[in-house]
């Protein structure tokens, strides 16, 4: 097979130029009377990973309800406001034209592969929300309100954890198998599971990096499948420090020579809540010279924080920089859902997660801890 050196070469030098460009070229545009005329229109920018975002330009329609803007900024999710009609989210990858119209109420868009795929996931979201998590949700609140055994209730938190985990695994599938390189596969980005099909998302993140060069977007979604290489069972575990209930600075690398459970929590999650309770057990029953918990609370607020510890008689190590959602503690674990735990051994390295209930007392049993 004859090779083209001047085939290869240009698109060498088209995809360095691609890659070593930091912004992007995209165009929303609207037809005569797609949108109301002389409405404001707003575009703020989403930051996945910190969940928040900025507003980074605003224009009015014409009188004709035609609207078209020429953006430079970078690749990206966008959500994009028309006056009193619903938000829309934007999945927009450079080179691409999004043509806008306001349909019964609602405004949609055509153009871009990304946010089609993107509003296609959101849907499936909340459909298998709808079908494997809710349902355990009503049964834990009718449980409650018919005061139902702790046991009883143990056991549908317990079941619903388990749904959420399920309904995880399969949003990775749909990334897996519609996402590809689009930037729907960063806007989809916050609930990807690193635990399941890991080397799959790796691939597709490298596509997306030749697709998209090196942006934000790019640099997220690798720095996400970093993370999850370095919480993956066998790993050593990224060390964590922070300030306690009592403002001392306490690190998980003090505690190296015992296991470890460090668990991540928040005082408004019920299921962690719940397991509070079996940790207070639990603590009096394990080995205290071999085993500890060392816990990562995700509270915003101090005195929720500090309530909870009391009422849950939560004796044990705590830490919180009291950011969040937004807290780097986190994200180091990759931590995007609670509850969530790492079983760490004596030497640091993870060994099981997010074990909980009887399985996490059977598994300190078999090492010899209870």
Excluded at 231 to 256: C, F, K, Y
Excluded at 365 to 370: D, I, R, V
């Amino acid at each position: 097979m004859r090779i083209n050196r001047n085939s290869i070469l240009a698109a060498l030098i088209a995809f360095a130029a691609l890659a070593s460009s930091a912004r992007a070229d995209f165009q929303i545009v609207a037809a005569p009377s797609a949108l109301p005329p002389s409405a404001t229109v707003t575009l703020a920018r989403h930051d996945v990973d910190q969940r928040a975002t900025r507003q980074v330009l605003s224009a009015q329609t014409e009188a004709d309800g035609s609207f078209s803007l020429q953006s430079t900024e970078e690749a990206g999710i966008f959500v994009l406001t028309v006056e009193t009609a619903p938000k829309l989210t934007l999945a927009v990858a450079d080179g691409e034209t999004v043509e806008l119209a306001l349909e019964q109420g609602n405004l949609q868009a055509k153009g871009s592969p990304g946010t089609e795929i993107l509003q296609a996931y959101e849907s499936f979201r909340k459909e298998s929300l709808a079908r494997l998590v809710y349902p355990t949700r009503n049964d834990i609140r009718n449980a409650k309100s018919r005061n139902a055994t702790e046991q009883e209730i143990e056991k549908l938190t317990q079941a619903e954890v388990d749904a959420y985990q399920e309904h995880l695994k399969e949003l990775n599938d749909f990334v897996i198998q519609n996402a590809g390189p689009t930037m729907a596969l960063y806007g989809s980005s916050l609930r990807l599971d690193g635990d399941y099909r890991l080397p799959e998302l790796a691939k597709l993140v490298d596509s997306f990096a030749q697709r998209h060069g090196d942006i934000e977007a790019t640099r997220s979604l690798k720095n996400r499948i970093q993370i999850a290489r370095n919480v993956a069972l066998g790993s050593l575990a990224p060390e964590l420090a922070a300030a306690n209930l009592d403002g001392e600075n306490a690190s998980l690398s003090q505690h190296r020579g015992r296991y470890v459970l460090v668990d991540f929590w928040a005082s408004w999650c019920p299921p962690c809540r719940l397991e509070n309770k079996h940790y207070a057990q639990l603590v009096q029953q394990a080995d205290s010279d071999r085993f500890t918990i060392f816990a990562v609370n995700l509270d915003t607020n101090e005195k929720a924080w500090s309530r909870a510890v009391a009422r849950d008689q939560a004796d044990w190590i705590h830490v919180s920089d009291l950011q969040g959602w937004t807290s780097p503690l986190a994200a180091k674990y990759g931590v995007s859902a609670l509850p969530a735990s790492f079983l760490l051994d004596p030497d640091g390295r993870i060994i099981a997660k997010n074990l909980r209930g009887t399985a996490l007392d059977q598994k300190l049993s078999e090492l010899g801890l209870l």
